[in-house]
Structure formats: C-alpha cells, structure tokens
C-alpha cells in the first residue's frame, strides 16, 4: 500500500472531504444495491424485459456487488477492487439497461437516457477512486491486498 501523502488528503480539510465524498458515493450504491433485493420482483421484471438472461440471479449478483462495492469504499475496504467493480457495472448496466437511443418514446427515451447519464457519471467518480485505491485512505479500516 501507498504510504498516506500529505499532498493527496492533507490541508483544509481534504481528508475529511474524501471521507464525505465516499460516504455519499458509497452509501448511495449500497442503498441502491439495497433496492435490488427489496424490489426484487420488479426488478427482475426489468431485467427481463431488457433481454437480461437469468434477471432474477442478474438482480442478486449486481446487488450484491452494489452493496459490497459502496460498503467497500465507505469503510476503506478493499477500495481498489470495490472502486474498480462498481465502475464496470456502472458502465456495463448503463448500455445494457439504459439504451435510450433505441427508445421511440419521448417521455421513456428521457428517463432512459437520466438513468443512462446518472450510470455514466458514477462510473466516471468510481474511476476516481479507483485512481487514488493504491493510497492509503484516511478514515479507512485499510483492508487491502498485499
């Protein structure tokens, strides 16, 4: 692991702003990833009508990799690996699920394409963390490879 530099988190208060800034990204996914089994019904009905094999297990296995993953960078776990997974899905569920050019529809292509932008710019932020996940995070628990 990156010793913790001062230049990255230190001064006015950046540590405490990261620790904000993965409070709010990682507790949203995780509340999201929450959603899946809370609504799995509907969910996998979605799923579904967007041509996903096997919806029901797709809504298990992505919430469970939304909890994980935000719990992950919330608490400093493995943050590289949870930053890094939460991108690919962001990315990968943004195109799958979220196609709005295929959509004739006004009113559907704009919530179509909300939800697709939404996806883009949390994967563009867990980019971010997955850019500084060699550092040793402040306010982390530091669980990381070797």
């Known amino acids: 692991m990156i010793p913790l530099q001062t230049e990255l988190f230190g001064g006015g208060g ?3 702003l ?3 800034g993965r409070i709010l990204f990682g507790g949203v996914l995780a509340f999201m990833g ?3 089994f809370l609504n799995l019904d ?3 009905g979605y ?3 967007k041509g996903l094999p096997a919806p029901r297990f797709g809504v298990v296995a992505s919430g469970v990799l939304l909890v994980a993953g935000g719990l992950g960078v919330v608490l400093g776990v493995f943050p ?3 930053a890094g997974a939460l991108a690919t899905f962001l990315l990968v569920s943004a195109v799958v699920f979220h196609d709005f050019w295929t959509i004739e529809d006004p009113e559907d292509q704009q919530a179509e394409m909300t939800n697709f932008l939404k996806n883009v710019f949390g994967a ?3 980019l971010a963390f997955l850019a500084v996940g060699g550092a040793a995070w402040p306010y982390a ?3 990381t490879f070797l």
């Open 14 to 16: 950046g540590a405490e």
């Open 18 to 20: 990261f620790l904000l």
């Open 124 to 126: 563009g932020a867990a």
């Open 141 to 143: 628990l530091g669980v």
């Open 80 to 82: 590289g690996l949870a």
């Open 34 to 36: 929450l959603n899946h």
């Open 42 to 44: 509907e969910m996998a």
């Open 47 to 49: 799923a579904e009508f």
